[in-house]
């Protein structure tokens, strides 16, 4: 009775029972990928009300999908090879053409890195070579993947969702389109989207920065408003002064000089812009613009801000500010 239930389980393994070893290395595989991938997406948000988990999609399924087929294939189930087989060939597929189109080489070197090791570990009958084989492609693909991307990074990294709004425009610059504004930024610039009231950025309120390097960056902080609420209790001064109030807040800021308050308007709206220096505590310094207006046409109140290395002039600075400003459209 016993031997007949060994043989039956044996049996319910099927060709996996010759590839124990490789399906145990190819689930081991997946899940450090999807581990990397969660502590690539926590350390991508910034901002303390940011979460990983709850309304992520993108992310929460592939892991689930990938949790359930890896449980099952270390069950020894083969259809959950046949099925991990199909969402690799899929995925290669699909994110190769993603990242074909943004230009992204060292993404493709790793997405067919990953792919091809699961492929080669879960065909056949896994040898001592065909496993040696599997992790040389993921060691040396993943591997050169992220050396490529090191030395040669995509013109802009952004997200499933900012991909169906950016837009092409000049050699020299990209424009954000979402939430009923558009706006131009630098080419090389890394996007960025947070909550203000929710936990994501909606059409009500949020955060938008477009992020080159360690200082460079232009963010839009919106909040709606409706104009008699506006109206009643606007004041673009005070939320400049707020805007500054929160720098001189932040951690590690020793310092804040702050230039002349301008008057100007922007599609007709009053608008107000200001000039400021931070000095860090380790008596770094950080240049850039904070501009404020309220649109009664979206019935938003925007929040423009710049910052760039103190290494270009007062004049500069304010001249990147004020084509930033131009290339905004709030409604």
Not at 68 to 79: C, D, M, S, V, Y
Not at 217 to 224: D, I, P, R, S, T
Not at 289 to 295: E, I, P, R
């Amino acid at each position: 009775m016993e031997q007949g239930q060994e043989t039956t389980k044996d049996e319910g393994y099927g060709e996996l029972s010759q590839s124990r070893t490789a399906v145990w290395i190819a689930v081991g595989i997946i899940f450090l990928v999807n581990i990397a991938n969660i502590m690539f997406s926590v350390l991508a948000r910034e901002t303390p009300h940011a979460e990983v988990f709850g309304t992520n999609v993108s992310l929460i399924v592939p892991i689930a999908i990938d949790l359930f087929l890896g449980i099952n294939l270390l069950r020894g189930k083969q259809w959950a090879r046949k099925w991990m087989l199909v969402r690799v060939v899929l995925g290669l597929v699909v994110w190769g053409i993603l990242t074909i189109i943004e230009k992204d080489f060292g993404g493709l070197v790793m997405q067919a890195g990953f792919c091809g090791a699961i492929i080669i570990l879960l065909t056949g009958i896994s040898a001592r070579n065909r496993i040696l084989g599997g992790i040389a492609c993921f060691v040396l693909l993943v591997g050169g993947g992220i050396g490529w991307a090191a030395i040669s990074p995509p013109t802009a990294v952004v997200t499933e969702k900012e991909t169906e709004t950016e837009i092409l425009t000049t050699t020299e610059f990209k424009t954000f389109s979402k939430y009923g504004f558009s706006f131009e930024y630098p080419r090389g610039c890394s996007i960025a989207e947070y909550g203000v009231l929710q936990s994501e950025a909606n059409d009500v309120s949020g955060i938008v920065q477009a992020t080159k390097g360690f200082y460079d960056a232009y963010q839009v902080v919106w909040v709606a408003a409706s104009q008699s609420l506006w109206e009643a209790s606007g004041d673009l001064q005070q939320l400049i002064e707020d805007g500054f109030s929160g720098m001189e807040e932040t951690e590690g800021i020793a310092h804040l000089d702050k230039g002349t308050l301008v008057e100007t308007t922007k599609a007709g709206h009053e608008t107000l812009y200001q000039y400021y220096i931070v000095t860090s505590t380790e008596g770094d310094e950080m240049r850039g613009v904070q501009g404020v207006f309220y649109c009664d046409k979206s019935e938003k109140v925007f929040q423009l801000v710049t910052s760039h290395a103190a290494t270009g002039t007062e004049q500069d600075i304010l001249e990147d500010f004020q084509r930033y400003l131009d290339s905004f459209v709030c409604h």
